[in-house]
């Protein structure tokens, strides 16, 4: 069987129009992968940049970030000390009324026993 230019080959439309819908497809089908690969290669290459850009902190960061928590730290112990010194002028001030009055009993008491005439 030669085959040159002028040969001529008899195929029904029906397989025609199948092969040409399926070369379609496929090319379709290639276009899109291309497009969701170099979508999905793009946002990686930016979400590779945008993680070493934030990793890139300098020593003065770094000092301040130390710096800031050790004033968060010491923010925290000034708050409990004054918690308990509140807690403490509380208790010294209810003292100081139980005292006043204890004095003013005894006062009382030492009107009385001198009313009575007795010297102790």
């Known amino acids: 069987m030669k085959v040159s230019d002028s ?3 008899a195929m029904p439309i029906k397989n025609m129009i199948g092969i040409i819908v399926g070369v379609s497809m496929g090319i379709f089908a290639y276009t899109e992968i291309t ?3 170099t ?3 793009t946002s990686r290459e ?3 940049a945008d993680l070493l850009k934030a990793s ?3 020593t003065v ?3 301040q970030f130390i710096l800031i ?3 968060y730290k010491t923010t925290d112990q000034h708050t409990e000390l004054l918690n308990k010194n509140i807690h403490n002028q509380v208790m010294l001030q209810h003292l100081e009324k139980q005292l006043e009055k204890a004095s003013a009993d005894i006062e009382e008491l030492k009107d009385k026993v001198r009313a009575n005439g007795n010297s102790h």
């Open 7 to 9: 040969t001529s080959v």
């Open 35 to 37: 497009a969701r690969l």
């Open 39 to 41: 979508s999905l290669e």
């Open 46 to 48: 930016l979400m590779n």
């Open 56 to 58: 890139e902190q300098t």
């Open 61 to 63: 960061d770094k000092e």
């Open 69 to 71: 928590e050790d004033l």
